[in-house]
């Protein structure tokens, strides 16, 4: 294995960001959603339905012990920390040690006062985490009527 240095700091010269910019798989869906820390965010579904907000976090791979669901005044956080080591030896020396740390918080701005957060619901299912958050009643939409004059 070879070592390359990296003269870069700071601001990148012309030449290398084009280079950076025509090296890149536009369609590697590992790094598609990646932060600036090189660490994956979970992409979110919102939907609204009459009735409640259904929120899906794609993180196939993770396990639902692996998430912490919480809920503090209107803000719900959805978080996971992963580790993974896995070590191959051969005559007491390494010849391959990797570790993996990732973790990630995504947190979401709940309507005031119009959720019901007392039925909250999330499962885990084929890589999706599904949370439903009911409305409230007041929340809902009413249909239109018809009011009679007098």
């Given at each position: 294995?070879?070592?390359?240095k990296?003269?870069?700091?700071?601001?990148?010269?012309?030449?290398?960001?084009?280079?950076?910019?025509?090296?890149?798989?536009?369609f590697?869906?590992?790094?598609?959603?990646?932060?600036?820390?090189?660490?994956?965010?979970?992409?979110?579904?919102?939907?609204?339905?009459?009735?409640?907000?259904?929120?899906?976090?794609?993180?196939?791979?993770?396990?639902?012990?692996?998430?912490?669901?919480n809920l503090?005044?209107?803000?719900?956080?959805?978080s996971?920390?992963?580790?993974?080591?896995?070590?191959?030896?051969?005559?007491?020396?390494?010849?391959?040690?990797?570790?993996?740390?990732?973790?990630?918080?995504?947190?979401?701005?709940?309507?005031?006062?119009?959720?019901?957060?007392?039925?909250?619901?999330?499962?885990?299912?084929?890589?999706?985490?599904?949370?439903?958050?009911?409305?409230?009643?007041?929340?809902?939409?009413?249909?239109?009527?018809?009011?009679?004059?007098?």
């Open positions: 294995m070879s070592l390359i990296n003269n870069r700091q700071g601001m990148p010269s012309l030449p290398a960001l084009f280079n950076d910019f025509f090296s890149r798989d536009l590697n869906w590992d790094t598609f959603n990646n932060s600036t820390s090189n660490t994956t965010i979970p992409a979110v579904n919102l939907r609204e339905t009459n009735d409640e907000y259904l929120v899906e976090l794609a993180a196939p791979g993770l396990k639902k012990e692996d998430f912490k669901v503090e005044a209107n803000r719900l956080s959805i996971s920390e992963f580790r993974s080591e896995s070590e191959d030896q051969q005559g007491g020396k390494y010849t391959s040690r990797e570790f993996s740390y990732q973790s990630f918080k995504r947190t979401l701005i709940l309507p005031d006062g119009l959720v019901d957060e007392d039925g909250i619901k999330a499962r885990y299912d084929s890589g999706l985490l599904h949370i439903t958050i009911p409305k409230r009643e007041e929340a809902k939409k009413k249909a239109p009527r018809q009011i009679a004059i007098s």
